[in-house]
T-cell receptor
Framework: RKEVEQDPGPFNVPEGATVAFNCTYS??????FFWYRQDCRKEPKLLMS???SGNEDGRFTAQLNRASQYISLLIRDSKLSDSATYLC???????????FGTGTRLKVLA | DTAVSQTPKYLVTQMGNDKSIKCEQN?????MYWYKQDSKKFLKIMFS???????INETVPNRFSPKSPDKAHLNLHINSLELGDSAVYFC????????????FGSGTRLTVV
């Protein structure tokens, strides 16, 4: 089983839709969790950290489910500019490595 | 001011050559990283330095050698380049610890022909 797994998509959604991605991780003692966004031919950029109690930043909500070992990202009122690949990141216990998932591609359609 | 800058942005070279990629950060971060993103877009860590000390050294061919002259710089030297080395190489930095995300450079697209 891969350390971090994501559905590659693409998720094609109309503008204004709500879309959610999940990311599962294999190491139950993982400590830190993040969502990154990567545009085509660009570098990944930090979107948000994921806290145990869940957290929100504008239209974006991140949640952590330790029992089932997954994190999720919910995007409300999708914009064309949200089209990108969304990467989840997990830090396994006892390391300083950030393990990236392979990303979920989102296309928001006009 | 670019926070994490890499040079060159593009690198096309022949098999067997030796090349270097440079990375500099002006964020005052203690920790720097090299990641490789292959054609399937998978980002894999290669090395990490914390204040000039190597702390992560993944299973990478020893043709790849990182060097950190000071905590603001982390360079990557690659000997005897192979076709399979073609990828995008990203440098990143972070303040250290596990609570902070990375800031990435814009990447170096290496093509070995």
């Amino acid at each position: 089983r891969k350390e971090v797994e994501q559905d590659p998509g693409p998720f094609n959604v109309p503008e204004g839709a709500t879309v959610a991605f999940n990311c599962t991780y294999s190491n139950s003692a993982s400590q830190s969790f993040f969502w990154y966004r990567q545009d085509c031919r660009k570098e990944p950029k930090l979107l948000m950290s994921v806290y145990s109690s869940g957290n929100e930043d504008g239209r974006f909500t991140a949640q952590l489910n330790r029992a089932s070992q997954y994190i999720s990202l919910l995007i409300r009122d999708s914009k064309l500019s949200d089209s990108a690949t969304y990467l989840c990141v997990v830090t396994p216990s006892g390391t300083y490595k950030y393990i990236f998932g392979t990303g979920t591609r989102l296309k928001v359609l006009a | 001011d670019t926070a994490v800058s890499q040079t060159p942005k593009y690198l096309v070279t022949q098999m067997g050559n030796d090349k270097s990629i440079k990375c500099e950060q002006n964020l005052g971060h203690d920790t720097m990283y090299w990641y490789k993103q292959d054609s399937k877009k998978f980002l894999k860590i290669m090395f990490s330095y914390n204040n000039k000390e190597l702390i992560i050294n993944e299973t990478v061919p020893n043709r790849f050698s990182p060097k950190s002259p000071d905590k603001a710089h982390l360079n990557l030297h690659i000997n005897s380049l192979e076709l399979g080395d073609s990828a995008v190489y990203f440098c990143a930095s972070s303040p250290g610890g596990l609570l902070y995300g990375y800031t990435f450079g814009s990447g170096t697209r290496l093509t070995v022909v």
